[in-house]
């Protein structure tokens, strides 16, 4: 019996695949997409990704005030602009204020937002909350120059409110933004004071989301008021504080609209920030000596924030 080749090795083969079609309408949903991504992507590239790339390349170059007609014309120094910041005592005491002032208020604002938020959550809820919540989140939408105005005249030495209440009670009130000592301690707990707010509307509706049956079962078990807030309030509250932590770190370690009116960054440079002295040397018209301090605290907040992110998630 002759058997055909060809229909053997048809039936061996199988039948031929069907050919992968790009559903109908692909092409118009990409395009769509891509309509309403393309404002977004303009605006980044143009008013973020290319003024950081141009203050970048200015780093290594002298550029200053007197070149901004021919920016083209300037000289290329290399690291040089780098290297200065480590000579520069002026850049190394505003980076310590800078570091002081993160470690000491961030901590400080997320205690405060974290305690303001559970007394929200429990015995004030009785009250009626949404006052409470106005009042704490109020200066946090507040002009940041507004409050600190405020505070400057409330800190007057001779006529501040502050001042005449410890007078009253015959107690001579300090020159707090005179005093070395005094002033960064002071803009730390204004700025505290004014932040909390944020953290305490976020975690207070972490807060909101942590399923009751949680507490129940850990009240069924022994577990005391103590004992429930460290095992199941806090482990629950963990990706909200991750959150309020970068956020607020990240705008802690550019302050400076705080020491700029309420002490000019004196007294002796106490107030000083990082974004402060590039402030100044941007205004002295030293340009690329000041972005190169800028791109060195972009790089530490980029790390910083990073380095959170791997804390938060490995625990």
Do not use: H
């Amino acid at each position: 019996m002759v058997v055909d080749e060809r229909v053997g090795s048809r039936e061996s083969t199988g039948p031929a695949p069907a050919r992968e079609r790009r559903p109908r309408g692909g092409f118009r949903r990409t395009g769509l997409a891509w309509m309403f991504v393309t404002p977004f992507v303009v605006m980044f590239a143009v008013f973020w990704a290319g003024p950081l790339l141009v203050e970048l390349g200015m780093s290594f170059t002298d550029m200053r005030s007197t070149d901004v007609r021919d920016p083209l014309g300037v000289n290329l120094v290399g690291i040089d602009n780098y290297l200065r910041l480590f000579d520069d005592e002026l850049m190394r005491k505003a980076a310590v204020n800078t570091l002081i002032f993160v470690v000491t208020a961030l901590p400080l604002t997320i205690a405060l937002g974290l305690g303001a938020a559970v007394a929200l959550n429990s015995g004030i809820a009785r009250l009626p909350a949404a006052f409470f919540r106005l009042g704490y989140y109020l200066p946090y939408v507040t002009s940041i120059i507004g409050v600190a105005v405020a505070w400057r005249f409330l800190l007057e030495p001779d006529a501040g409110l502050v001042n005449q209440l410890l007078g009253a009670v015959g107690v001579d009130g300090p020159r707090w933004l005179a005093d070395e000592d005094l002033a960064l301690p002071v803009i730390i707990v204004m700025t505290a004071w004014r932040s909390f707010g944020f953290d305490m509307v976020v975690l207070l509706a972490a807060l909101q989301g942590i399923p009751r049956e949680l507490y129940e079962a850990a009240e069924v078990d022994g577990a005391g008021r103590w004992e429930r807030f460290r095992s199941v309030t806090l482990p629950m509250l963990r990706p909200a504080l991750l959150f309020c932590t970068v956020y607020s770190s990240i705008g802690f370690a550019q302050f400076m609209e705080e020491p700029l009116v309420m002490t000019r960054g004196g007294p002796a440079g106490a107030t000083t920030s990082a974004s402060l002295a590039i402030y100044n040397q941007f205004g002295s018209g030293n340009y690329g000596y000041a972005a190169a301090a800028a791109s060195v605290l972009f790089t530490v907040i980029v790390a910083l924030a990073v380095l959170q992110f791997r804390i938060g998630r490995s625990r």
